[in-house]
């Protein structure tokens, strides 16, 4: 019998592997895999046709498999048996439970993070039945008292119930095990395993006592290979590097197997995998290839919950338990691919996302938001999303038949046949990935159904939350077809079979060896003696030295990569690899898809300067307010993105009342007010006059503003807002007092159009004031920032509302003044342009400060500044209609209300320019 020596170290084992193997442990599901897929082709290129499997499993399946065995042939008495074996779910739910019992009478229970310290809990636990802890009576700290304290009655619910978590029933699994009572193979082969816990350990020793021939299988060299040490500047360029040698690597020997090391593989996943794929393969940037075989394959899966699929399922059954729905949440679903007629109702969905955004707040309940569906539906220009409401329909239904709390596997059947209803996981056909996904969530509900062990019932949004810990702890892995040449590893896993060649990257000694993380509820000095995992500096150091050592035996080269800084932070190298030398060349750095493209040759390609759009037709109607003069003049393509081609920015869904919204009633107060009365009126009313006259107009408007609202004002909004409308316009209005020149209202709110150089304007006039002359005062109410008027003085126009009220719209007198009122509450003031002195503090063109901004000589009188309205804005109108739309910005700070400006990319014209410069200074030089 050949025994086992307890030594981890690779270089310090006995490598031998039976001729035919009885059974192997794996230290992951993912090598046994591994090897069995190693011995297919190594049987399939001896030229065999058939073969036996290789014969692995981890150590948990296997004793998993021969207890089973056990107690179906008798060796073991069921009754003795534990009643259950709780999963790490079920472990750490009543670790909560305990937990949340022991702080009900704590005043500050809630500030206590209880997932966190029943993980905690969990671990301590753990460790000190694995390794025999003792804390000593004079080394208790409060916390571990405290979990002392938990430990007990966690132990005591776990007796009293017959279950066993898994450290406690592996335990028994070698009880039995030494009682003869489990079924032995003749011959065992351990493959693997860095680092052996007592369990382990004491797994071997019965083995070995009841005359099973141990060995490790062999998956390493005799001999370590060559290594070397690479510096990168940054992380970023390890990445770079590492994906650039494995390319070459695999250019040199299409047929070599290589494997990539990752200390901090979880936050480097996504980077290495966009990388891997840019350099290898580039075809799968196209959607039809995402789940294309790779050249590569990654040893650690993603969290459940992030694939797409699952992620949809999720988030479809918490709208449905959520009091108010985030409107954001919603648009996102509607937008999926996962649910009801995505298909046949694609643009419909995204349709009503843009109707919802301009009639709902940011948070609405189902039932309203049912209710703005089906008036979408039955409206004049309905939506086709009959599908949709029919499905949210049968959803709500489902929903409202479930009781308050039930047993968790009650709600499991709920969340499958709600999401049934809503017809997840959609009517397209799904890929092989998503299929796996599915069936794995379907194992997440089934876990969930098992926590009824407890007998305790749930609400819905618990049981959605103990959904989400399940998905989220569920690690995914797809199943990739043969075997990938390139293997992405964490330093725990190991290689089924020698590498032709490896790169271990992230070697710098804040990652490796791993700082010491001691359970905080184990004083730290009895983790030290007794050499617990994590303990200490010299425990992890160990360990590393171990790994390094098997790292060093998996292929003849090895290339261990450290970064030189991490921002502005310098960095060094791990002391591990303090006997590797440092190759001095130069790495070749791998290039991104869109790097490559950007540095290929560029001769063939024609630059043209095409800034002109199609002219506008004759008949072509061009719709649009001020604004499009306004967008015209500050940038010309924001008028042909915006206002030609109907391009708009979706509107950001807010509770309560938008800015324009409040402004809005501002506008309905003042008009009911105001219309067909004088400056008399207003002086002739006493306070409490004023008063009932304003609390009758902002009555008025706020029911003139629930009747375009898809749901009742509350009576409380109601009152709070009609107060606020009060204070703020009765406060306009003792400014508006002091006006010297009589006036009377002609008209408010005024709805007209005109047409500039064949373009139709439409124009909303706030207030026409008639003054005693006979000539007008035209006035528009600003509740927000004052616009700055000294465009008004130049050819192109980027305030143009009030010159187009003044030079376009009246047919009925002429324009004396035109004037902003800014109805604020911090300010009220008149900002604009008279002929003469009409209103408080107005500008005159004889002012000294009116002539700094409209020189004399241009603008001799009040007519000539008519005419020059007049003039730019119909020279605007014309460069409008020949189709102009070049990007051409004099001041960006002008845009910062342009609603397309993505689709202006100013950053690449602010490179093109940058490089032209320097182009240009290179001539020079």
Known sequence: MLTLSPVNCPSDSIFYMPDSPALILCSTARLARSLRLHHDRRQHASGLSAWQPLPTLTLKQWLDDVTEQAILSGEVDVATAPQGVLSELQERMLWEQVIEEALANDNAAALFD????????????????????QIPPGGHTEESRQFLSWREHFVQRCRQSGWLEPVRYMAWQLDCLERGQLPLPASMAFAGFDRLGPQEQRLQHLLQQRGVALSNYATLLPQPGQAQHAMLETQEAECRAAVAWVAQQLNDNPQARLGLVVPELGKLRTRLAALLDEVLHPVTVRPGLVEADRAYDFSLGLPLNTQPVVHAALALLRIFWQQRIEQQDFSVLLLNPYWSASLGEADARAQLDSRMRQWLPQTVSMMRLLRLIERLQEG????????????????????????????????????????????????????????????????????LARLDVFGDTLNGMQALQRLGELCREQIFQPEVSGDPPVQVMGMLEGAAAPLDALWVMGMNDHVWPPPPRPNPLIPATVQRAAGVP???????????????????????????????????????????????????????????????????????????????????GEGEHVSGGTGLLKAQAICPAWAYYQYRLGARELKAPVNGLEPAERGTLVHGVLQHFWQGRDLAYLQALDTEELNAALAEAAQQALQDFAAERDETLSPAFCQLEQERLIKLVSAWLAFEKTREVDFTVLDCERDTKVMIEGVEIRLVLDRIDQLPDGRVLIMDYKTGQKPDIRNWAESRITEPQLPVYAAFSLDDGEVAAVSFAMVRTEEHAFSGIAGEEILPALMTLDDRKARDIFDAERFADWHTLLDHWRESLQAIARELKSGEAAVRVADPMQLRYCEVLPLLRLPERQLQFERLQARQLGARA
Do not use: C, Y
């Open 114 to 133: 209880v997932p966190g310290m029943a993980q905690a809990a969990m671990e301590a636990h753990r460790l000190m039945f694995e390794w025999q802890l």
């Open 380 to 447: 004049e220009t309905p939506l086709p999303i009959s599908q949709l409401l029919q499905d949210l329909r049968a959803g709500w239904a489902v929903r409202e038949a479930q009781p308050r709390r039930q047993l968790p596997s009650l709600w499991a059947a709920a969340f499958e046949q709600l999401l049934a209803a809503l017809q997840w996981p959609g009517e397209r056909s799904i890929s092989s990935h998503e299929f796996q996904a599915q069936r794995a969530f379907s194992r997440s509900l089934q876990a």
């Open 534 to 616: 994590n303990a200490d500096s010299a425990v992890q150091t160990a360990f590393a030295r171990i790994l390094h050592q098997r790292l060093l035996l998996t292929a003849p080269l090895i290339v261990f990569s450290s970064a030189l800084k991490d921002g502005e932070r310098q960095l060094r190298a791990s002391p591990i690899l303090s006997d590797i030398p440092v190759f001095d060349g130069d790495w070749a750095k791998a290039q991104t898809l869109a790097e490559q493209l950007a540095h290929g040759e560029h001769a063939a390609l024609q630059v043209l300067d095409d800034h002109m759009a199609p002219a506008v």
